[in-house]
């Protein structure tokens, strides 16, 4: 009765310990259990993951009895009148398996979920008994309490509910549930859902006998007939109150005017002529209560009675009475009725209208009175366009209905149902809808920058002109009613116009944003793995989401004010190997793909045509095709180390066999090529064997930052870079320009330059309401997010939470303004865990206890070291904000080792 299945886990960060599955079977990583904690903890860190885990599959039915170790049926703290919904359910006749589905269906069909929690003993009873709202731990928990007075052994889970897909999705905090998990014999632990998503009752709850029915979807029915919302009841105090609620589904308003002493626990749906039912009854108040029906009610049990519905269809009621409390609800008999289309187009245009006609009968008999509606949809029974409506009068209707402008073309079901409850019945011919004698466009609104193709349907052979802001760009002809017509649009907001040469059309005129997205790309390495951290603007989009489809899955990242970032794990070629990996990125906006790009890894070679991340002897150099200027063709070269800090230094290249050095000022160097030598006929290059060239750079000075301005190399170390290229190389133009101050990720499309002021910041991490205090190597003016601030030299700035451009010239930096919980995490992670590593610490596979202690042994003061683990695992382990001044107090120890100035 069990089965395997498998679960994909992806985090955008290191993940500390893994999310599991209650019974894991094999994990895709290596995995240690620590059963202090209850939690697997990773030995390497991780971001994606997979699971293979047990689980017990739920027999449909079946006589299952509790587990032998069964827990007592009683507890102290928990209201007694709890056991009164227990013996509803057959706690006092040996219950089994077949018992608890009932009780699942009982919460499944009857509660709705609130975020209000009732984990108080009266509220859970208030929530069982009168309101029928709570959370989802509530609900599990009250079905726990009542699974457990019945005998079985029952449990509290708590979990996520991830809906299924073939893609990533975020699982936010949100996602959390709890769920009840019971054990039988030979079956194990079996989980059970009570939590509702579609319940059949809805309450309303109030200690006022005055009622206002409102803000239901659907009619009511209510003194003889359905009646539509809004209207008023006044009901006696102790009586709970049952309607029924048509709205193309069945439902039960249920109304409590007080305190319950009686009810039902689970009515039936509506009833054909002669079927039989049963019905549960709740009693409070002793066993003892009377019957007043209009049907056939007999008793089978203390808690259980049959009833048996009439021959003709209608609404009858029964009302149960104990000690001056009630109960009234309705049995709902209905019956089918034939309802016939006698004629109806085949095919009809979108945007035209048409007439159906046909007869409504009920055993052969005409019936008088009704609505009859016709409804479109893809499906039979889905009522997507509801188009027309008629009066039924001796049996027969006319309806004269209209198809939407908008509809699509295809196939449809058209549907003629009879709406007069409780008689039911619908027809069921197929149509098809061709399309409307109007221009339409297959754009949502959203295009890629660039080069596109504009696609729509317009009636065929009807020449149309397109007019992209104002200007005519292009003209076309639809064949078949589509037309396909190639545009190009700059990023931001254009208007489009279709106009049709035809005076019988009207023109379509609308609005379209092309987007763009721009990279910027950081490589770095982060305890054993390697990662590029994107940072990217989307051009003609400021706040919203984007979706990256990368060879693992889509990834979902959150645009705002036109930025993103996302570290992405990478995989490069092992050392010293001739291999390319390439990751292919599609970014996607509500389904669209607006852009796509495409990164070369390597370990030695360089493409031509795609930006190329190389990694070898633990250092990461980036290559850019920049295209044409003039006659010679651009390469925009940088340089980090494994922390993602720019280096300086001399990089050596092989270009087709000739060896050249090209000088990187902070991190940045810039190669022209001649187009001419891409034209020389194709040579073969020179094999190089395990003699390889050199780049060299600088041997960092671990007590120093590498990049920023005053570090002195002290250049060796082999490295291998090959320029792939099939030319000969007829020479070669170098032209350098300016670096960057430390860690500022090479652009993929632009170079900054020498000439700029040097942007000097404490830290790059920041609270809201802390002043970032920035001060420039001369006088200059001064950007942030692309607006200027100022001219000078020092500057204080008061900036909002998220991710901002500082910019002095063509020099930028970056500065993040976090939370104290997001910014203690980037602190520790971008300048604590480098420093611990500079100092010849293993950070890779090491908890922060681990490289606490191994600080303390080079002889580090222990007071920072203590303040900066602590507030690191309570930010990165806690469910719980950190204060400004925990913040405060992290930051000062890292001043006090010099991690921060």
Request: proline content about 8%.
């Amino acid at each position: 009765m069990k089965s395997l299945r498998t679960i994909n886990v992806y985090y955008p960060a290191n993940l500390s310990f893994i999310l599991s599955p209650l019974y894991p079977r094999n994990f895709s990583v290596p995995v240690e259990y620590n059963p202090l904690l209850d939690l697997y903890i990773p030995k390497g860190p991780l971001s994606n993951y997979s699971i293979t885990y047990w689980e017990t599959e739920r027999p449909s039915s079946g006589e299952y009895f509790p587990a032998p170790e069964g827990l007592f049926k009683f507890y102290m703290g928990f209201p007694y009148s709890l056991m009164h919904l227990a013996m509803a359910f057959g706690a006092a006749d040996n219950p089994d398996y077949e018992n608890l589905l009932a009780l699942e269906r009982f919460f499944r069909e009857n509660f709705i979920v609130s975020e209000d929690s009732n984990s108080d003993c009266e509220g859970l009873f208030d929530m069982a008994f009168r309101t029928r709202r709570g959370s989802s731990y509530d609900i599990a928990s009250a079905f726990a309490v009542i699974a457990r007075m019945m005998g079985f052994p029952t449990r509290l889970v708590a979990g996520y509910r991830v809906p299924a897909s073939e893609d990533y999705r975020i699982v936010p905090f949100s996602n959390v549930t709890y769920w009840p998990e019971v054990e039988f014999r030979n079956l194990g632990w079996v989980r059970f859902d009570p939590v509702p998503s579609s319940p059949v009752v809805f309450t309303e709850a109030s200690y006022d006998r005055h009622f206002k029915i409102r803000n239901i979807q659907g009619k009511v029915y209510w003194d003889g007939s359905l009646r539509e919302p809004p209207f008023e009841i006044d009901l006696e105090r102790k009586t709970v109150l049952y309607l029924p609620v048509w709205g193309g589904t069945f439902r039960y308003l249920r109304l409590v005017p007080g305190d319950v002493g009686i009810d039902v626990v689970d009515l039936p749906p509506f009833l054909s002529p002669g079927e039989e039912a049963r019905v549960r009854v709740l009693l409070v108040h002793g066993l003892e209560f009377t019957i007043s029906s209009e049907v056939p009610v007999e008793r089978k049990g203390e808690y259980e009675l049959s009833i048996r519905a009439p021959d003709t269809p209608g609404v009858y009621w029964i009302t149960f009475t104990s000690k001056g409390f009630s109960v009234k609800f309705p049995i709902v008999v209905t019956d089918n009725v034939t309802v016939t289309v006698e004629g109806y187009p085949s095919e009809i245009r979108a945007g035209s209208n048409f007439t159906v006609f046909g007869r409504v009968l009920w055993h052969g008999q005409a019936l008088s009175g009704g609505t009859v509606e016709a409804v479109l949809g893809l499906r039979k029974g889905e009522a997507r366009y509801v188009v027309g409506r008629a009066e039924v009068r001796n049996g027969k209707y006319t309806i004269h209905a209209s198809v939407p402008k908008d509809i699509a073309p295809g196939n449809y079901w058209l549907v003629v149902r009879y709406l007069n409850f409780p008689y039911l019945g619908d027809s069921d011919p197929v149509v098809r809808i061709l399309p409307a004698e109007r221009i339409t466009i297959g754009s949502s609104g959203l295009v890629p920058a660039g080069d596109f193709n504009l696609t729509g349907t317009a009636p065929k052979d009807v020449p149309i002109d397109v007019l992209l802001d104002g200007q005519k760009v292009a003209s076309v002809v639809p064949k078949n009613g589509l037309f396909s017509v190639p545009l190009n649009a700059s990023p931001g907001d254009h208007e489009l116009k279709l106009i049709p040469r035809s005076g019988e059309l009207e023109p379509l005129e609308t609005k379209i944003t092309a987007v763009k997205v721009n990279l910027d790309m950081k490589p770095y390495s982060s305890m054993g793995r390697d990662y590029l951290k994107l940072i990217g603007t989307v051009e003609g989009m400021k706040d919203g989401k984007l979706e990256i489809q990368t060879p693992s899955g889509k990834v979902p990242v959150e645009v705002k004010d036109g930025r993103f970032e996302l570290n992405l794990p990478v995989e490069f070629p092992e050392e010293g190997s001739s291999g390319v990996n390439t990751l292919p990125l599609k970014f996607l906006i509500d389904g669209t793909t607006i852009d796509e790009k495409e990164i070369a890894l390597s370990s030695g070679r360089i493409l031509p045509n795609l930006p190329t991340v190389v990694k070898s002897n633990g250092k990461f150099f980036v290559a850019l095709p920049e295209g044409l200027e003039g006659e010679n063709l651009k390469f925009s070269m940088g340089a980090f180390d494994s922390s993602g800090r720019s280096l300086s230094g001399k990089l050596g290249l092989n270009l087709g066999g000739k060896r050249i050095e090209l000088p990187l000022k902070g991190g940045i160097g810039h190669l022209e090529i001649p187009k001419a030598d891409f034209e020389a006929p194709k040579v073969n290059l020179p094999s190089v064997g395990d003699k390889v060239p050199s780049i060299n750079l600088p041997s960092p000075d671990v007590s120093a930052p590498i990049g920023i301005s005053g570090f002195s190399p002290s250049f060796g170390g082999n490295f291998i870079l090959f320029l792939i290229l099939p030319f000969v190389l007829l020479g070669a133009v170098l032209l350098v320009r300016a670096g960057v101050s430390g860690g500022v990720p090479v652009s993929l499309d632009r170079l900054k330059s020498l000439g700029s002021p040097e942007i000097e910041l404490e830290r790059e991490v920041y609270l809201p309401g802390e002043k970032v205090k920035v001060v420039l190597s001369r006088e200059s003016d001064l950007y942030v997010d692309g607006k200027h601030v100022g001219h000078g030299r020092v500057f204080s700035l008061s900036l909002p939470e998220g991710v901002h451009t500082l910019k002095a010239g063509r020099r930028e930096r970056i500065v993040y303004v976090l939370r104290p919980k997001k910014a203690v995490i980037k602190l520790y992670e971008d300048y604590f865990l480098p420093f611990a590593a500079s100092r010849g610490v293993r950070v890779a596979d090491s908890t922060p206890e681990e490289i606490k202690a191994a600080l303390l042994s080079k002889g580090l003061q222990e007071g920072p070291l203590s303040h900066i683990t602590r507030i690191f695992e309570l930010a990165r382990y806690g469910d719980v904000e950190l204060s400004r001044e925990e913040f405060e107090e992290f930051v000062e120890a890292l001043r006090s080792l010099e991690v921060v100035k």
